[in-house]
T-cell receptor, first 115, second 113 residues
């Protein structure tokens, strides 16, 4: 099956710093990548949808200047949490898909802890 | 209209029993209904998915039943095993536009040995 990787798997940072998370589709070219955040014992909350070469579309209530998304190629998307604060601590998960098909393939997630 | 309602919130089943998780939706434009399994600290993994042109799909011990008129679909796990203990999410999406998945709230399944 299609494989999606995320790096890093876990990151701890100080309040006020920025953190970049990478999402890669390893064996297919993804026209669309999605970024989710998940709090403990809760469902996945879609943050934004990104298509290669174009600006990301953010969900209502998600600050686009805080969560910067870049989708530079068909196999790589990055999420940068700028000026992170403790309330940004969460599990961030990306997924990748091809527009013509519904299936999304999820990465293993990145645990962000902001001290 | 974009919500997918999932129940129960948690479920305890004995080994060998049948686990049943239900979901309901309102938006009749949804045309893809996947189920995901998530273990603690991991990303969700696609288990099985169905489209509205069929009423049932079976893959191994996992079966989706789909009732288009009632706008409901369910996951049945036959011969449940302790290794099936995880959180299960149903979801729905509309093909072609953005393929955004709308997730249910999740069901924490515990299979007791």
């Amino acid at each position: 099956g299609a494989v999606v990787s995320q790096h890093p798997s876990r990151v701890i940072c100080k309040s006020g710093t920025s953190v970049k998370i990478e999402c890669r589709s390893l064996d297919f070219q993804a026209t669309t990548m999605f970024w989710y955040r998940q709090f403990p014992k809760q469902s996945l909350m879609l943050m934004a949808t990104s298509n290669e070469g174009s600006k990301a579309t953010y969900e209502q209530g998600v600050e686009k200047d805080k969560f910067l998304i870049n989708h530079a190629s068909l196999t790589l998307s990055t999420l940068t949490v700028t000026s992170a604060h403790p309330e940004d601590s969460s599990f961030y998960i990306c997924s990748a898909g091809i527009l013509e098909y519904n299936e999304q393939f999820f990465g293993p997630g990145t645990r962000l802890t902001v001290l | 209209q974009q919500q997918v309602k999932q129940s129960p919130q948690s479920l305890i089943v004995q080994k060998g029993g049948i686990s049943i998780i239900n979901c309901a939706y309102e938006n009749t434009a949804f045309d893809y209904f996947p189920w995901y399994q998530q273990f603690p600290g991991k990303g969700p993994a696609l288990l099985i998915a169905i489209r509205p042109d069929v009423s049932e799909k079976k893959e191994g011990r996992f079966t989706i039943s789909f009732n288009k008129s009632a706008k409901q679909f369910s996951l049945h796990i036959m011969d449940s095993q302790p290794g099936d203990s995880a959180t299960y999410f149903c979801a729905a999406s509309i093909n072609g536009a953005t393929n955004k998945l709308i997730f249910g709230t999740g069901t924490l399944l515990a299979v007791q040995p």
